[in-house]
T-cell receptor, first 113, second 112 residues
Framework: AQTVTQSQPEMSVQEAETVTLSCTYDTSESDYYLFWYKQPPSRQMILVIRQEAYKQQNATENRFSVNFQKAAKSFSLKISDSQLGDAAMYFCGSSTGTYKYIFGTGTRLKVLA | DGGITQSPKYLFRKEGQNVTLSCEQNLNHDAMYWYRQDPGQGLRLIYYSQIVNDFQKGDIAEGYSVSREKKESFPLTVTSAQKNPTAFYLC???????????FGPGTRLTVL
């Protein structure tokens, strides 16, 4: 069975600082993708970053980067230079090609001015 | 601009009524999905469709029905058989069953 676990219900970060959100997953598939989505107060899910499991290099999108540890089945999101607009719920997710995407329960990120 | 639209944004329903939530995409994606999100919880899959005229049940399909007559459209009907329909509903699409999903803005359904 495919599972995704986010163990931090809530995190806080000072504006301009760096924060890391944790995610662990489990799958028996060899080919899978991992995602981080942001859900702001508007509630629309926005893709932040994706990682293909076969790629060893960690994905990066501007201030967002991941630390993909395949053996440990860990997929954390690092947000650098945090901004007030980064405040949102963040969901970690995975897909294996079955059309059944699995999402974690989310981490609420608060950004303090 | 390509994207996914959902309507209405807010929907109120009386107990015993069926309601239909609209989802349209112009991304030319083959796959479409419906999720339900309750407060403090993640996304739960209701139905998904890999191609036109085909769809499968997700994890919580009871009380819901869908159709996929056109590639662009994947409406969701919440029937009176759904015991607790008050929730936030998200529609999504993707090019395949492994690539990233793109989401619509959602519909908030409230049963009065």
């Amino acid at each position: 069975a495919q599972t995704v676990t986010q163990s931090q219900p809530e995190m806080s970060v000072q504006e301009a600082e760096t924060v890391t959100l944790s995610c662990t997953y489990d799958t028996s598939e060899s080919d899978y993708y991992l995602f981080w989505y942001k859900q702001p107060p508007s509630r629309q899910m926005i893709l932040v970053i994706r990682q293909e499991a076969y790629k060893q290099q960690n994905a990066t999108e501007n201030r967002f980067s991941v630390n993909f540890q395949k053996a440990a089945k860990s997929f954390s999101l690092k947000i650098s230079d945090s901004q007030l607009g980064d405040a949102a719920m963040y969901f970690c997710g995975s897909s294996t090609g079955t059309y059944k995407y699995i999402f974690g329960t989310g981490t609420r990120l608060k950004v303090l001015a | 601009d390509g994207g996914i639209t959902q309507s209405p944004k807010y929907l109120f329903r009386k107990e015993g009524q069926n309601v239909t939530l609209s989802c349209e995409q112009n991304l030319n994606h083959d796959a479409m999905y419906w999720y339900r999100q309750d407060p403090g919880q993640g996304l739960r899959l209701i139905y998904y469709s890999q191609i036109v005229n085909d769809f499968q049940k997700g994890d919580i399909a009871e009380g819901y029905s869908v159709s996929r007559e056109k590639k662009e459209s994947f409406p969701l009907t919440v029937t009176s058989a759904q015991k607790n329909p008050t929730a936030f509903y998200l529609c999504a699409s993707s090019t395949s069953g492994i690539n990233e999903q793109f989401f619509g803005p959602g519909t908030r359904l409230t049963v009065l």
